[in-house]
């Protein structure tokens, strides 16, 4: 990915309040890692201007990569209203993958189409472990898709989603990374230096991180 792209889509994000940093009230994740950084990229929609950023940043990714699909698919909920703002723009069909199948109807994951012997190009808005991403790749791949990409608009780059992405053959691209989020965020006086590096400290090796800093 360009570093332009890289540092738009950073500042879009930023802008909008979707990444906030905490280093002295950390939030607890689901998975119950504490962390001193958040991102919620459901914000996006709601700013016309930084939600194109990210859309053409998409675009962007799939020229320079010279990705071929034939579909493109969010997984729910999050990277729904993404996948398909692209797919719109791209001029292509567009499907979505469910966490889990329905409990009635066709009691399916995906939604919106056929998909066999069909490219699917996913689209997260978040990455952190990779499982959500790689449960939805399976259930295309259930359903007889090719799924060989995954983009999303910014990843925590745990080497654990690394591993998983390697294993599951899908290649990762994402639009921005926390390390230009974080030099973006600290020249423009979002933190200070110190608080900066408790947070950079957080990236390095965040599973200790709180007991580190006495939040555990």
């Known amino acids: 990915m360009s570093t332009r792209t890289q540092e738009a889509v950073a500042k879009a994000l930023i802008e909008i309040g979707a990444v906030g940093f905490s280093p002295e009230a950390p939030i607890t994740f689901k998975s119950g890692l504490i962390s001193p950084v958040y991102v919620d990229n459901r914000r996006l929609p709601y700013h016309p ?3 194109h950023t990210v859309i053409q940043g998409f675009a962007d990714v799939i ?3 010279a990705l071929a699909y034939d579909v493109i698919g969010g997984i729910a909920v999050g990277g729904v209203p993404h996948s398909s703002a692209l797919a719109y723009e791209m001029q292509k069909p567009s499907i979505f993958v469910r966490k ?3 409990e009635h109807g066709k009691k399916q994951r995906v939604e919106g189409g056929e998909v066999a012997q069909k490219t699917v ?3 997260e808005d978040l990455v952190t472990t990779g499982g959500s991403s790689l449960s939805g790749v399976d259930a295309l791949r259930d359903e007889g898709a090719i799924v060989t990409d995954l983009v999303a608009i910014v990843s925590y780059e745990f080497s654990a989603s690394k591993t ?3 294993d599951a053959h899908v290649q990762f691209h994402g639009l921005t990374n926390f390390a230009t989020i974080l030099a973006i965020a600290e020249a423009d006086g979002i933190f200070t230096a110190e ?3 408790v947070i950079q400290d957080w990236f390095d090796a ?3 991180w709180a007991e580190r800093h006495g939040f555990a």
């Open 121 to 123: 190009l996913l689209v």
């Open 195 to 197: 608080q900066g590096a």
């Open 49 to 51: 201007e930084q939600w």
């Open 206 to 208: 965040p599973e200790t």
């Open 63 to 65: 020229t320079e990569k």
């Open 100 to 102: 889990e199948a329905k």
């Open 164 to 166: 998983a992405f390697e």
